[in-house]
């Protein structure tokens, strides 16, 4: 049974990069906010989104017009193709203790792949935000997708309760809405050399390279 969770994961918990002291799941496995709930050995490894979130997933093909003297349609001319980004608009929900701390990390993980390595005391100051694994709704939408995070919205309405989040080990106090709207700009960033090497568009209209390979 394919996986059709809506997921975004660090790309260490997916593949096994050389450098993976410069990924983000260096940062999820030191945070007492993280390590519990998005970790590779106690959590969902990465964010899972708890309800079906709103996705758009867009394909285009850019073509350049060109007008002949006195015609009367323009001529196409084929340019490039890509995909837009990918927008998520989703709910989180804080039920439980364990359910709270869990849209806690959620929000934490997603403040946190927004931001470079920067500062005199980071030894990898200078490395971008992290790149990711993005998956949903099985093997022929998105599976493994690589991407970048580009926005994070987080919505704190004010018709509705708000629940401490208390940890049993650090000392922090927090307060979140009950029930909250995340919404995240996704941007997919496939290597020059990945896809020369590797995409065919035999292939990919099989499926294989969508299941296989990542591309969308």
Do not use: W
């Amino acid at each position: 049974m394919a996986d059709t969770r809506v997921k975004l994961q660090p790309y260490e918990y997916v593949s096994q990069p050389q450098r993976k002291e410069t990924g983000v799941s260096a940062l999820i496995e030191d945070s007492p906010i993280m390590r519990d709930y998005l970790g590779k050995d106690k959590g969902t490894r990465g964010v899972i989104f708890p309800y079906t979130p709103v996705f758009s997933l867009s394909a285009n093909a850019q073509y350049n017009p060109y007008q002949t003297t006195h015609s009367n349609y323009s001529v196409l001319s084929y340019a490039m193709s890509n995909v837009s980004p990918f927008t998520l608009t989703g709910q989180f929900t804080c039920g439980t203790m364990e359910e709270t701390r869990y849209s806690m990390a959620a929000v934490h993980f997603f403040r946190t792949v927004t931001k470079s390595r920067f500062g005199q005391v980071d030894d990898y100051r200078g490395a971008p935000p992290p790149l990711l694994k993005f998956s949903a709704y099985g093997d022929l939408i998105i599976k493994n997708a690589p991407v970048v995070v580009s926005n994070f919205t987080m919505t704190f309405s004010d018709d509705v309760d708000y629940v401490d989040v208390l940890y049993d080990n650090v000392d922090f106090h927090s307060r979140i809405p009950v029930i909250f709207t995340v919404s995240v700009e996704l941007q997919p960033q496939y290597l020059p050399t990945k896809q020369f090497r590797e995409f065919d568009i035999m292939d990919f209209a099989k499926g294989n390279l969508i299941k296989e390979k990542g591309f969308v």
